[in-house]
């Protein structure tokens, strides 16, 4: 491995990269957390056009939800190769390039013409986010001072809530008044603004570089591995998981890339993704404790708008509307969050962050068929509370023992892996839904007494004489009670899987803030 600089002999040494301070501190907090805000919000803002998108390019639904798994399969594989980019071209540069680039894909997505050229552009968009997110927290970690790097990341935090809120909602508004091609260009002017203001402010922000050697085989075996574990719970539900043939192939193919890696990664002198950060105490239980939460978190994001659109006929749009006022508090509480938590054990707050989120998972494995929209969204509401208090706290904890040049990468396999944990989430989640709705579908039907007089008078009293039409009434009140028994269980077992991660929270230890406030994270 050779390593570059462009210090000439005898010239003094370049400043730390924690010393440097851009001319504007709030316009390039600005331009970093506008370029994240529209990287996390590209993630859900094409799910609720997709029936429309697949009516526009002739495409079947099927065909449709790989403009979903496109995305996240190429984001995923990219994500744990932050590491290696930041070496190899400095923080500045990938930044400025991969916005750039994540620009012109979004262009090419809102020309697509037909769903396979729709479906490779949305991997390419999904491929070059995939730095976005860890180099934006490097970055903001770097330029701010010690004392107000917990506002960073709380603002960082506060991204990672509220886009995900917005992409449904923003991306069905733009469908119904606009056209679908819109939830795409409108990341061209954002995505523009951010790189020229980041590449402006961070102009002679000090960068050491490396020119590491490939890791080849590093490199193909992540690729095989990744992709085919994110196809395979993407697509796990649809294809009645390993029943098909597909999935099982993709899990043998998952399972023995993965295992490759893994064994070739931690033996390898110089590894493409580097997994011996997890030698740190507080990144590895952080790291579990972000992919723990993150899961229950966006399990309870997925399940409930689909629910409600399910079992109580709410349309996308209301839906959103009911979901969204988790979002109102993190905003609020964002500042305060940044600027006091240091002060306190960070444990506590998690603790109770995640006692918040339980509760109200627990509140939720309690709704009824008759809930309304107002109780749905106070609930929504208070676990707003709990998740202001989750990600600044965690991800401090988690960054807190990283050496300085350890921190991109660190953060990049950190929301790599909490990435993939929700991608498992999503999937046990609906799958562990709809188990039990078939369960308790087949318990509730025992109890009718199907040669009942009574019952069969009260059959064609449904149907208004029509015993076929009473019946099938019939079935469809038990299907929707069963979905409600089965969301009620998921739910309570979120609950208790939210009171688990505390354990690990506190398997971490103090300090959280040292070597983040002695330096920040220059390239390596």
């Known amino acids: 491995m050779s390593t570059t600089t462009a210090d000439a002999p005898g010239a003094p040494a370049p400043a730390a990269p924690s010393a440097f301070r851009p001319p504007n501190l709030a316009l ?18 094409a799910n609720v056009s997709l029936p429309t998108i697949a009516g526009n390019l002739g495409a079947s639904s099927n065909q449709a939800t790989w403009v979903i798994t496109s995305f996240a399969v190429s984001n995923a594989i990219a994500l744990p190769l932050t590491g290696y980019m930041t070496r190899r071209f400095g923080e500045r540069k990938l930044f400025i390039w991969a916005t750039f680039a994540f620009v012109v894909a979004s262009l090419l997505c809102g020309l697509a013409s037909s769903m396979g050229f729709l479906v ?32 960073a990341i709380a603002l960082l935090a506060m991204v990672t809530v509220v886009a995900p809120i917005c992409g449904p909602i923003l991306g069905g508004w733009i469908t119904d008044n606009y056209s ?37 085989v590093g490199l193909i ?28 192939w993709l899990g043998i193919t998952a399972v023995i890339g993965l295992a490759v890696f893994l064994i070739w ?39 409930v708008p689909l629910w409600l659109q399910r079992n109580l006929g709410y349309t996308p749009i209301w839906a959103g509307f009911a979901t969204a006022p988790i979002g109102i508090l993190p905003v609020l509480l964002t500042p305060l969050v940044g600027k006091y938590a240091t002060r306190f054990d960070l444990r506590i707050l998690a603790s109770f962050a995640f006692m918040v989120m339980a509760f109200t998972s627990f509140l939720r494995s309690g709704f009824n068929l008759d809930v309304d929209f107002q109780h749905v969204a106070t609930v929504q509401l208070w676990q707003g509370l709990g998740v202001a208090l989750f990600f600044m706290p965690v991800l401090t904890i988690l960054l807190s023992d990283l050496e300085p040049h350890e921190i991109a990468a660190g953060s990049g396999l950190a929301t790599f892996c909490r990435t993939l944990g929700g991608s498992f989430a999503a999937s046990l989640t609906t799958w562990g839904w709809n188990q039990r709705t078939t369960v308790h579908h087949a318990q509730l039907v025992e109890h009718i007494p199907a040669h009942d007089p009574t019952m069969q008078q009260t059959v064609a009293a449904l149907g208004n004489g029509d015993v076929q039409r009473g019946a099938l009434m019939l079935d469809q009140m038990i299907a929707q009670q069963a979905a409600q028994l089965g969301f009620n269980e998921v739910f309570h077992l979120l609950g208790i899987l939210f009171l688990v991660v505390i354990a690990f929270v506190w398997m971490a230890k103090p300090p959280f803030a040292a ?10």
């Open 515 to 524: 070597k983040m406030g002695g330096a920040a994270s220059g390239g390596h």
């Open 28 to 45: 390039t907090t600005i331009g970093l957390a506008l370029a994240s805000f529209m990287q996390v919000l590209d993630i859900t803002i």
């Open 120 to 151: 490779a552009a949305r991997a390419i968009q999904g491929f070059v986010a995939g730095p976005m997110y860890p180099v934006t927290q490097a970055l903001l970690i770097s330029i701010y001072p010690p004392a107000k790097r917990g506002q």
């Open 180 to 216: 679908w091609e819109w939830i795409f260009f409108i990341n061209v002017p954002i995505g523009i603004f951010a790189s020229l203001v980041v590449a402006n402010q961070l102009r002679g922000r000090p960068e050491k570089l490396e020119t590491p050697k490939m890791d080849y």
């Open 265 to 303: 990664e931690l033996t390898e002198k110089d590894p493409i993704v580097n997994l011996r950060l997890f030698r740190h105490r507080n990144f590895a239980f952080g790291t579990i404790a972000m992919v723990l939460g993150y899961a229950a978190f966006f399990a309870v994001g997925l399940l």
């Open 221 to 248: 075996t992540l690729i095989i591995g990744v992709g085919a574990l994110q196809t395979l719970l993407d697509l796990g539900n649809e294809e009645d998981w390993f029943e098909s043939t597909k999935i099982v």
